[in-house]
């Protein structure tokens, strides 16, 4: 950022800055890369049972859909493309096991390593400045991802 703040200053690049949490979506990593999204979409689509969470499902991610975030991008390179960073996301705080809508068996493996517990941001700077905010719950957008994965995986 700092890099950024800087050429943009002593010359005439612009640089639109946004920084984000746990981006999921349509072509995402759907291997063994992936993150956890895309991972229990997997398990999912493999009638896995129980499912297998590494840790004990209680970390915090503030998700955010692919398409809100690319809208939060052009939004600040166009009208604040001066290197001001904004934070983006859903600003709505999930836990693994908040991403279903019902009580599957899940298995926690307390062995394996885990996500940092908590990590949101705060995104009430750019709520204000453009009064963004996304237009997918994360519901609407898991059902994006997975009608995506059926229909390429």
């Not at 995402?28 to 991972?39: A, C, L, S, T």
């Not at 298995?107 to 885990?114: E, G, I, L």
């Not at 963004?132 to 390429?152: A, V």
Request: some cysteine; glycine content about 6%.
């Amino acid at each position: 950022e700092k890099v950024c703040q800087h050429f943009n200053e002593i010359s005439n690049t612009k640089f639109g800055m946004v920084r984000t949490t746990a981006m999921y979506g349509p072509n995402d990593n759907f291997n063994e890369r992936g993150h956890v999204i895309p991972q229990l979409i997997m398990k999912a689509d493999s009638g896995m049972n129980p499912f297998e969470i590494w840790g004990d499902g209680s970390q915090v991610r503030d998700f955010i859909y692919v398409d809100d975030l690319i809208d939060a991008l052009l939004l600040v390179t166009e009208h604040e493309a001066n290197a001001t960073p904004f934070n983006v996301a859903s600003g709505i705080p999930s836990t693994v096991t908040d991403i279903y809508d019902y009580t599957p068996i899940f298995k926690y493996d307390n062995s394996k390593p885990v996500m940092i517990p908590k990590r949101l941001v705060d995104v009430s700077k750019i709520t204000k400045r453009f009064n963004w905010k996304p237009k997918h719950s994360l519901r609407e957008g898991l059902e994006k991802t997975i009608e995506w994965y059926k229909e390429n995986k």
